[in-house]
């Protein structure tokens, strides 16, 4: 069940302003080199102050200000409000999200320690964070007209890796996720995709090759695996920012290059007379039930920025 419709051009990146977390590394930094070289504006958000420097460079070798950081932890949304607002308070608004922020710590923890903190912080920041800045980056290209979100999956939200195992979870998690978004652009002209990199030549998992002191095994097979190189995940990210029919779409980025993975088709035996008939009088309703839910989201955000303090 989907529901399309063309989006913002982003055919030319000049002037426009992209907000990028987990921006001051990996993945991340190379998109926000990209966005930059075209001509685009970038607010970073990270964990690590290293994003500071990063925006510092952008603006020395472009000789004016192209880009702004802010210390971002995205399971927070108090941080993610803080983040998009730099963005529409600097820049003067929102035109495109890179929802990249991530880690893989307890990522294989099937037996790890039974501790709650520990348990969840990957889920809170691989995948409750990224629909928390999804939320809020919503809001603000609804307000600017429409926009782009891409976030960074991984092939492992399609196959299992007994070794990653809560990790995997997560980016199953996020392919569900924007998979559900198809409605969108009807509702407030936004697109949501992911790339899915498969296993990719950055130090994201360097942490987790040994497990309490002990050498996990399954690297022993990684080390023999090709890397995606990062100019197949920025074709990928790329291409779902200048593709405006694109949305709740997922690309593979592999070592050959990008593939788009679609989603399986309701099965036939679901798919009655009555059912039929029902999906039409739903999706005849979603949109305007869900420009109304949008509406008040509205207003209860503009709410709350104007009563936040200073």
């Known amino acids: 069940m989907t529901l399309q419709s063309p989006s913002t051009d982003l055919t030319s990146f000049e002037g426009k302003v992209a907000v990028v977390t987990g921006g001051s590394r990996g993945i991340g930094k190379a998109v926000c080199d990209e966005l930059i070289r075209r001509g685009a504006k970038v607010v970073i958000g990270a964990i690590s102050d290293k994003g500071r420097e990063v925006a510092k460079q952008y603006n020395k070798e472009a000789g004016k200000k192209v880009a702004v ?11 993610n409000k803080a983040l998009f607002q730099l963005a ?13 922020a991530a880690t893989c710590d307890n990522a294989d923890n099937l037996f790890s320690p039974l501790d709650d903190k520990l348990e969840e912080r990957i889920f809170n920041v691989n995948a409750v964070g990224l629909i928390k800045s999804s939320k809020v980056a919503i809001l603000h290209m609804a307000k600017r007209g429409g926009g782009s979100i891409v976030c960074t999956s991984s092939a492992a939200g399609f196959y299992s890796v007994p070794a990653l195992i809560a990790y995997v979870a997560t980016k199953h998690a996020v392919i569900g996720y924007v998979k559900s978004c198809t409605f969108l652009p009807e509702v407030c002209n936004v697109r949501v995709n992911a790339v899915c990199p498969s296993f990719a030549d950055t130090t994201f998992m360097d942490n987790v090759k040994t497990i309490d002191g002990a050498p996990e095994p399954f690297y022993d097979f990684v080390d023999t695996v090709p890397t995606v190189p990062m100019s197949v995940i920025i074709d990928g990210v790329f291409k779902y920012l ?22 399986p088709e309701w099965h036939y035996s679901l798919l009655t007379d009555d059912s039929l008939k029902a999906q039409d009088i739903y999706l005849k309703k979603a949109i305007p039930h869900s420009k109304q839910q949008l509406s008040r989201a509205l207003e209860r955000y503009e709410k709350e920025q104007k009563e936040r303090p200073i």
């Open 242 to 263: 200048c593709d405006n029919t694109a949305n709740g779409k997922t690309v593979m980025a592999y070592p050959t290059g990008i593939e788009v993975i679609e989603a």
């Open 88 to 100: 529409e308070n600097e820049f003067g608004g929102v035109d495109i999200a890179i929802l990249n």
């Open 69 to 79: 950081f802010l210390r971002t932890d995205v399971s927070r949304y108090d941080d």
